[in-house]
């Protein structure tokens, strides 16, 4: 018996990724510098005035918050551009995924591989999922929505727009 026929739906993009890595990274690394070089001078600050104020001191831990979460996030990006088989197909039986996917304690730096396969009769809906950042809209995402629970799928992993994936998807999943 044959094999069902694949069909590929995306094309996995390094590019976004590498350009999300590489544009990041100094903005953390900018982040960092300023909150090392800041807290120093505020405590010397407060020394020499001989006056205690937690605000300025506060104030410094914002830069270190932010360094925090980019300099992970764009390494993250930075090694999931050089992943190998990645992919997103479908053939007359399933839906088939594998992509990076949750970062990994404790700093994120890493991330699980994630490799599903969900069966067309197991699959609820696949649908645009849109947000607002700061009331901004932000690129949708791929909601899918199976038998077990729902997985996000980021449309930055892909070449392709969101809407025109979901349009691949919709034709390949059986009548």
């Known amino acids: 018996m044959d094999a069902p026929r694949t069909h590929n739906l995306a094309t996995y993009t390094k590019v976004k990724l590498l350009l999300t890595g590489v544009v990041y990274f100094p903005l953390g690394i900018l982040a960092l510098g300023t909150a090392v070089g800041l807290v120093p001078w505020f405590v010397a600050q407060q020394v020499k005035t001989n006056h205690g104020s937690w605000g300025l001191l506060i104030m ?14 764009s390494v993250r990006r930075l090694k999931e551009s050089a992943e190998k088989n990645c992919w997103l197909r479908a053939d007359a039986e399933a839906l088939s995924l594998r992509l ?19 069966y067309w009769k197991e699959v609820e809906s696949v649908e645009l999922f849109g947000y607002k950042l ?20 980021e449309s930055i992993y892909f070449k392709e727009r969101p809407e025109e994936i979901l349009a691949r998807i919709q034709a390949a999943r059986p009548k």
Do not use: K, Q
């Open 100 to 118: 990076p996917g949750n970062p990994l304690p404790p700093l994120g730096l890493s991330y699980e591989m994630w490799e599903y396969r969900f």
């Open 60 to 73: 410094a831990g914002v830069p270190l918050f932010w360094a925090w979460f980019l300099i992970p996030y």
């Open 134 to 153: 700061n009331g901004i809209s932000r690129t949708p995402s791929l909601l899918l929505r199976a038998r077990g629970g729902t997985l996000l799928i």
